[in-house]
T-cell receptor, first 111, second 114 residues
Framework: NAGVMQNPRHLVRRRGQEARLRCSPMKGHSHVYWYRQLPEEGLKFMVY????????ESGMPKERFSAEFPKEGPSILRIQQVVRGDSAAYFC?????????FGPGTRLLVL | AQSVSQHNHHVILSEAASLELGCNYSYGGTVNLFWYVQYPGQHLQLLLK??????LVKGIKGFEAEFIKSKFSFNLRKPSVQWSDTAEYFCAVNGGSGYSTLTFGKGTMLLVSP
């Protein structure tokens, strides 16, 4: 029973480029959450999605960031025109009920 | 708004010492409480969780936590730590009904010296 999958595990981008982070939830889970972890900080909630719906995006920056969870395929967190401050670990979690299970994360480095 | 406070940012212990990591939360309703562990370079793993019932919860790897409602606390304990427990520990809370997002504390980095 595969866990939450994320790819890529590491991503290097130059300022101004786009970053696409992918998350495949655990089998049977239809709820996906994205969190960002900055150095020396805990995880901060970004967005909560169900298939084809954004349920809560209160933690998403208003500009440059978007997320989707299509009917088919993984959830995608997209960061346009990345800046150095976007460098962080981005974790995806999925759940079927109250407990969230986390993926290995994507470590984004913006040069 | 929910918030979670972890008392210590760094803890250093020798092997076989007892561990207690503090966690207090602020939330105006029913809560679910979690402790996650993040080993170096790895993703978060669930150590234990509390939804209801017995306030003393046992998790994996010999960890346990006690929910004290009057103190809004959910402290993590282990009677005897091992070098392999070196990791970062995160306390988290979400609303008790259905699906809801997690609010995390800033984490406690535990270093166990052999």
């Amino acid at each position: 029973n595969a866990g939450v999958m994320q790819n890529p595990r590491h991503l290097v981008r130059r300022r101004g480029q786009e970053a696409r982070l992918r998350c495949s939830p655990m089998k049977g889970h239809s709820h996906v959450y994205w969190y960002r972890q900055l150095p020396e900080e805990g995880l901060k909630f970004m967005v909560y999605l169900q298939k084809e719906n954004i349920i809560d995006e209160s933690g998403m920056p208003k500009e440059r960031f978007s997320a989707e969870f299509p009917k088919e395929g993984p959830s995608i967190l997209r960061i346009q025109q990345v800046v150095r401050g976007d460098s962080a670990a981005y974790f995806c979690a999925s759940s079927s009920k109250e407990t969230q299970y986390f993926g290995p994360g994507t470590r984004l480095l913006v040069l | 708004a929910q918030s979670v406070s972890q008392h210590n940012h760094h803890v250093i212990l020798s092997e076989a010492a007892s561990l207690e990591l503090g966690c207090n939360y602020s939330y105006g309703g029913t809560v679910n409480l979690f402790w996650y562990v993040q080993y170096p370079g790895q993703h978060l793993q669930l150590l234990l969780k509390y939804f209801s019932g017995d306030p003393l919860v046992k998790g994996i790897k010999g960890f346990e936590a006690e929910f004290i409602k009057s103190k809004f606390s959910f402290n993590l304990r282990k009677p005897s730590v091992q070098w392999s427990d070196t990791a970062e520990y995160f306390c988290a809370v979400n609303g008790g009904s259905g699906y809801s997002t997690l609010t995390f504390g800033k984490g406690t980095m535990l270093l166990v010296s052999p």
